[in-house]
């Protein structure tokens, strides 16, 4: 780090590098699905529904081995101060399947071949991290469907702003342009096992702060999964 | 059901720990410990832990009662769609009388509702029969479509709650598993009534002291709640096997 000072040395919001934004989660948010959670962190929410299994048509998409786990993310039109346009893009896609190859490492639908089960991300409301945010309420919805899993799953993204990283970067933080800009780094940790689920990484960083950003990025899952457990276990009180 | 502890589990949560215990439905071994595969109620009996779900989709188990509809009709039997993730088959062997195999359609056809129960479940699929007493096709009559995890509550403990909706509105009730209630009266009313009470429970499941609660809505329809037992099937309340 050429001894300079990083040019980011307070977070706009006044957080510790190493806090995490208030988070609110619900389940049995929608009452038609099978299963539904919204997960919020500061200005972002996601809402995932889950649907399934159930049988999956068009038939030649069906494995007759195991379910498919089938993931659709997208941003609401009004999410963002610019109007998003609706429907499929490049990035939504993208985010999508990424998503979905998170939540494979740990849903297991091989009891139910020949069936989908479908998890629908919806962000009504963006302030950078919403493929974490999504998948964490896409996490706690699968569980609340009832789905085969063998361990929960947890995201968050860590960033660095110019030299300084930073857990759970805002979209201010985001945009940062200054010095070396900004980087973010987001990154999903299964609950017992702790393996890394996701990591996806556009920007610089060298190889010995990417080590320490995994650090930091499982520290905080930490905090996400307590949030996750709590709001299933209280979900249900009550519950035949 | 018997269980040591009553509690809540998260996926990936350790259950118990030890060499003894034996991982059941819902559940894995990792190591020493008995790890929950799905979130649910743990259920710890004589060393056979298990998990059973409180949420999502309805699955089928051995022996219960579900009520659903013929979607499509094969060489050898029906299929019939219950709400589950794949669709049951009824085997012309497992109808009570015989069907000329050339005019199935003569004995059930599309979009009919049947009353069935399950025989077999396979991951591939369910097997159902309706050569029991109780089973058979529905005609007339209208079926009230709840949450299968609410069901329970419908039933009540034993039946209870059951029986207080046919004493007090006359109705003939039966709860399928998984969700579907066929409500069946001798006028349109009586089975409206029914629908009210039934969605009243759905709508307040989570709340103690139902019962009262639901008498108090009864009597609030202006029906009178009575005790007397007349003939009552008690149906099986949680889809426990045994």
Known sequence: MAGKKSLYMKRVDGRKIDEVRPMIAEIGIVPSADGSASFETGGTKAIAVVR???????QHMQDPKTGVLRVN??????????????GPSRRSEEISKVVEWALSSVVDLSGFPN???????????????????????ASIALAHAGIPMREMISAIAVGKVDKTLVVDVNKEEEDFHDGEGSTDIPLAVTSRSKEIALLQLDGKIS????????????KACEDVLKVQIEVLKSGSVGDE | MVSE?????????TIVSGREFLPGEGAYRDGIDVVSGRYGIMNIF??????????????PRRGNTIIGTIVDITFNGWLIDFGGAQNAFLSVAEVPRYVNKNEMREFLDFGESVIVKVWDVKSRGVDVSMKMRGFGKIEGGMIVSIGANQVPRVIGKEGSMVRIIKNAT?????????GKIWVSGHN???????????????????????TERVEKFIKGMGLNVSKDDVEIVAENTDGEEG
């Open chain 1, 52 to 58: 399934g299994p159930r049988t999956l048509h068009p």
């Open chain 2, 5 to 13: 502890k009553r509690q809540v589990v998260v996926p990936g949560e």
């Open chain 2, 46 to 59: 004589e060393k056979h832990v298990r998990v059973v779900p409180i949420s999502g989709a309805y699955y």
């Open chain 2, 170 to 178: 006359g109705c003939d009730i039966t709860v399928g598993q998984n």
């Open chain 1, 73 to 86: 993310y997208g941003m609401m039109p009004f999410s963002v101060s610019d109007r998003i346009r609706p």
């Open chain 1, 115 to 137: 069936t989908v089960v479908d998890v629908f991300i919806q962000i009504p409301k963006a302030d950078a991290g919403t493929r974490v945010a999504g998948l964490n309420a």
């Open chain 1, 207 to 218: 190889p010995d702060e990417l080590m320490k950003v995994i650090e930091m990025g499982k």
């Open chain 2, 188 to 210: 349109i009313d009586d089975e409206i009534a029914v629908k009210k009470i039934i969605e009243f429970i759905a709508d307040n499941v989570t709340t103690n002291g139902l």
